[in-house]
């Protein structure tokens, strides 16, 4: 049986001249073809089923070898013992930081994800977490400027998150230096498309079926992109700010899975270059770059997902 196509040694894409004398040759050098093959090839019309071919393949296997490279074998996951908290737990400590803020519609909202009177959690999911909307979150802070604009809502939101998350937990350190304005800080299109689906929901706060990481432990951000089911998207950085200042537990060693927000880009020199992270390292609960081609044991993407 003859050999299949292969692409180590001398690459087919780079191949001069004649399309046939060429793959004859890497052919005959590289995959063990016969005179017989040769002479198949040239009849008339061959040439390009076999330069097609080859690209098909040298495509296919720049994907497998882009996959491989994407992730990692992880053993990292959550605090033993650790869960979400009961919704009412949740909003008090949101309102507890954010006074005023109206979390009167929580059960109705977690309504959408019960079926025959139980939590009907979609498939991979740890549990239901309350995560305020950007507006009640960004006007309780003058409206910075950045370049002599005014800075965006969700810009906004997630410069004020910071700050309370700075009073509330002692040992946090954002590594962004307050750097979140709409050049350098901007959600993933999904995920925005996403969340104005969900605006006209009542009441200041979402209530949402998500995960920190577990599902997508050891793959690289970009990758997640493309992992994403029907229904899922990325959680952004604000709301995985939010899920940590209700559960500061999340993160309280090495041990513990980082978490990527792939729900958001960074962009700290004009161009896409990461996603935002919340990780434990050197005893500090850190808000820190994670690049998008990265793959790392210690880290995993989270998200969400809408009722079924």
């Not at 906004?156 to 800080?185: C, T, W, Y």
Request: with cysteine.
């Amino acid at each position: 049986m003859a050999k299949p196509f292969i692409s180590s040694g001398r690459p087919f894409k780079k191949m001069e001249g004649d399309v046939v004398a060429s793959t004859v040759a890497v052919c005959s050098d590289q995959g063990g073809w016969s005179s017989a093959h040769a002479e198949w090839l040239r009849k008339p019309g061959k040439a390009a089923l076999v330069r097609e071919f080859m690209d098909k393949q040298m495509a296919e296997e720049a994907h497998s070898l882009w996959v491989a490279q994407s992730q990692k074998e992880s053993e990292y996951g959550y605090p033993e013992g650790w869960h979400l908290k009961p919704l009412d737990v949740q909003a008090a400590i949101l309102k507890e930081y954010f006074p005023g803020l109206d979390t009167s519609h929580v059960h109705e909202l977690a309504g959408r994800y019960m079926r025959d009177g139980r939590l009907d959690l979609p498939e991979g999911m740890d549990g239901l977490a309350v995560i305020p909307k950007l507006s009640p979150i960004a006007y309780h802070l003058e409206a910075p400027r950045c370049f002599g604009e005014e800075w965006p809502v969700y810009n906004r939101a997630m410069r004020r998150l910071l700050e309370v998350m700075g009073k509330a937990i002692p040992n946090f350190r954002d590594l962004s230096h307050g750097q979140v304005s709409k050049r350098q800080l901007r959600r993933d299109e999904k995920t925005v498309k996403s969340y104005e689906a969900m605006s006209d929901l009542p009441g200041e706060v979402m209530v949402l079926a998500v995960q920190t990481g577990l599902r997508y432990r050891g793959k690289s951000p970009e990758y997640v992109w493309d992992l994403l089911e029907e229904g899922e998207f990325g959680l952004d950085a604000f709301a995985v700010g939010c899920i940590i200042l209700t559960h500061p537990e999340r993160l309280v060693s090495r041990d513990d899975l980082a978490i990527d927000c792939p729900g958001s880009v960074l962009y700290p020199e004009g161009r896409m270059c990461g996603v935002p992270c919340w990780s434990f390292h050197d005893g500090e609960v850190r808000f820190n770059l994670h690049h998008l081609d990265h793959a790392s044991a210690y880290y995993g993407s989270a998200s969400t997902r809408l009722p079924k």
